[in-house]
């Protein structure tokens, strides 16, 4: 038989894997090391591969390992011959680190990255300083330097420092997200409150588990403290859970504040137009918008590079033009002293200005989110060379312009642009708005995907709209609730300022969460120094707990319906979970025991008649309870039974030949068996 495997390997299926190290017991590891008659007998009983084995090892290497009574040795992974046709279809290639280089690809890449990735953040300057000097006028040129010192650290700390330069590095194998840090946590830790885990799935190659040794003693002590502790385990759940309200409500939002924003803008160009016009408008283009979205997903989003590509030209060429018309003393801004010098004038009115300040940040967790489609070093170049500093310039442009007319502080982007190029700019910041829209819908689609696998919201119908790349998805369901959501916003409130408090509160609530999992990365995977982690949390932490202090003062303005919708998508997948639990708990403890089955016997108390029966179930060992109603309602049961599971692993992607694991159901002579489907 392990000839034959051997020949089916080699007429054209696809290679096992390279060595890697397992654990295994005493007894098991002394039987390969005799070999002989009993390693070809084992190959025999698995028919063909090696991803055939029997409940009572499964259980019996959870009992050793809780024991101690486990060794690490070098082994071959097991391959399933059983998923023949599967592994006849070509599932893509990895991109190598030692591909050459491609200068086309690399161009096609770079426009991808800004309109999937930086669509949202790019259009921030079409309303930070318009929601920070709202409540309060600008009394003189220190205001203006002061709130643009503001904006500008804040992109240098939240984007580019804790987003560009860290957080990114905490993607799970290429997918971002806050239910990607989660996901990331349950690998290496116990932490899901449905303990449904495989053992086996600890030697899949896209665990990559490290291997305990004293250095790790820190991240051991972590992991035991979390794995030990059932209220952890609820915090971490509710804490991802509540980022995750808060990220779908900024979805939410950032559509209805971008498009209105955009639209806003004919105020400056058509000096009658009134408000009622500009939200029609907007709830035009927003139909529009969820109406193509799933061809957005796949055709449509090849043309938004270079159009995004032109935003960010028009940014900055329209920041430069004011800094050479109105001078250089936004420049100033620079000196993070006139900071201090705006808290130390008007205290209050600056910490009101801080949750408009934190818009020019929107989007950056949508940069990590989105980070499935591409490397994380291309989004970090282009951050770097491109986005930041078209975006820097714009708000100095922005500068210039209101320390020349300080009572020009509403449609600030709009007023500043030169009077001949306004109308294409125009067009373009209604394009661009549209862009960061699908961007954080996007966005949306991953992390619900997400929540579904790891069974924190219900089931919904997900269609893949490319057959090249596995993330990009349409979930049609969530696009017209996201639109209707989006409808409501505008026209209940029907201004940026109102909606800008709220998409504060909600970008915010995102930010605060991704710190918390990024700190439990830093000390459970990463392995970091406790002075960097430290420095992390700390300082992160502080500033963004002070800015949503800001935001949470403006709930009576527009944030109230926000945290509404929140804690509706809350209660909604804490529901779905806690549900999710109690009914794998009952299906546990209903199972069929052993005992039953053996006085039973092979024949089941029943007739066997020859087919092949399935029976669906969510637990990984066992009879299910169901059998045992088909064994007493029915006349007859299949001479061969097969109970399938269909289980979502805590990993980005499963490998093919890693997808199905097949167990025998208690001895030989009762011809039961498990697929387990990954």
């Known amino acids: 038989m392990a000839s034959s495997a051997e020949s089916a390997a080699a007429s054209g299926m696809r290679k096992a894997p390279s060595l890697e190290w397992r654990w295994v017991s005493t007894e098991e590891d002394d039987d390969e090391d005799r070999g002989g008659r009993g390693g070809a007998a084992a190959v025999g009983a698995v028919g063909r591969g090696g991803s055939f084995e029997s409940e009572d090892e499964e259980d019996a290497e959870d009992e050793e390992e809780r024991e101690g009574k486990k060794r690490l040795i070098r082994t071959v992974p097991s391959v399933d011959w059983f998923d023949v046709e599967g592994n006849e279809v070509s599932v893509g290639q990895q991109v190598e680190d030692t591909e050459e280089f491609d200068f086309g690809r690399t161009m096609f ?45 804040t992109l240098i700390l939240m984007p580019l420092v804790k987003y560009v330069l860290v957080v990114l590095w905490a993607n799970d194998d290429g997918e971002g997200g806050i239910f990607a840090l989660y996901s990331l946590i349950c690998r290496n830790a116990k932490v899901s409150l449905i303990p449904n885990q495989v053992h086996s799935e600890k030697r899949m190659s896209s665990f990559r588990l490290k291997l305990p040794t004293p250095e790790l003693e820190r991240s051991i002590k972590v992991k035991e403290k979390l794995e030990s502790s059932l209220l952890l385990k609820k915090l971490l759940l509710g804490l991802v859970l509540f980022g995750t309200s808060m990220f779908i409500s900024n979805g939410v939002i950032t559509p209805a504040m971008s498009v209105l924003s955009a639209v806003s803008g004919l ?95 929107t989007g950056s967790e949508a940069i990590f989110s989105n980070l499935c489609h591409f490397p994380v070093r291309y989004v970090q170049y282009m951050f770097v060379l491109l986005v930041l500093p078209c975006l820097v310039l714009a708000y100095l442009g922005q500068a210039a312009f209101l320390i020349a007319n300080p009572k020009s502080s509403e449609q600030v982007f709009f007023s500043s642009i030169p009077i001949g190029v306004f109308w294409p700019v125009f067009l373009v910041a209604n394009l661009a708005a549209l862009i960061a829209s699908r961007t954080m819908t996007v966005a949306i689609f991953q992390c619900l995907k997400q929540s579904i696998a790891l069974g924190c919201f219900p089931r919904l119908k997900i269609v893949h709209t490319s057959r090249k790349f596995m993330a990009k998805i ?23 300022y109102d909606v800008g408090n709220a998409y504060a509160i909600a970008e915010l609530g995102v930010m605060i969460m991704a710190t918390v999992y990024v700190t439990i990365i830093m000390l459970l995977i990463w392995e970091s120094n406790i002075v960097k982690v430290l420095s992390f949390v700390i300082t992160f ?63 089941l108390g029943t007739i066997r008649a020859p087919g092949l029966g399935l029976v669906c179930s969510d637990i990984v060992k066992g009879v299910p309870a169901i059998f045992g109603h088909f064994l007493t309602s029915l006349p007859a049961i299949h001479s061969i039974i097969v109970f399938v599971c269909i289980r979502n692993v805590p990993v980005p992607v499963v490998p093919q030949s890693e997808r199905f694991l097949f167990q025998r159901v208690c001895s030989r002579g009762y011809h039961m068996f498990r697929c387990i489907a990954r």
């Open 109 to 153: 890449l770079a426009l991808q990255t800004l309109a999937v990735v930086f669509g949202d953040i790019g259009i921030g300057p079409l309303y930070t300083f318009d929601v920070m000097f709202n409540k309060y006028p600008i009394q003189g040129e220190e205001d203006v330097l002061g709130a643009l010192s503001l904006v500008l650290y």
């Open 267 to 361: 105020k400056v160009g058509i000096h009658n137009t009134s408000q009622d016009v500009v939200v029609m408008i907007s709830v035009a283009l927003l139909v529009i918008l969820f109406s193509v979205q799933r061809y957005a997903t796949s055709k449509v989003g090849f043309a938004l590079g270079p159009s995004l590509l032109v935003w960010f030209c028009c940014l900055g060429g329209i920041g430069i033009y004011n800094l050479s018309l109105f001078g250089p003393t936004a420049f100033k801004a620079f000196n993070p002293l006139y900071i201090i010098y705006y808290f130390g004038r008007n205290p209050f009115q600056a910490w009101l200005s801080l949750g408009g300040c934190l818009l020019c940040a």
């Open 474 to 496: 349409y979930i049609p369901v969530v696009n017209w609730l996201l639109l209707l959501s989006c409808l409501g916003f505008i026209v209940l409130f029907r201004s940026i």
């Open 541 to 603: 932490l502080f500033l963004e707990l002070i800015f949503f202090s800001s935001a949470l003062s403006s709930v009576g303005d527009g944030g109230w319906a926000l945290l509404i919708f929140a804690s509706v998508l809350f209660m909604i997948m804490f529901i779905w979970n806690y549900g999710s639990k109690l009914k794998y708990d009952s299906e546990v403890k209903q199972k069929l025991s052993k005992d039953l089955m053996r006085k039973l016997g092979p024949n």
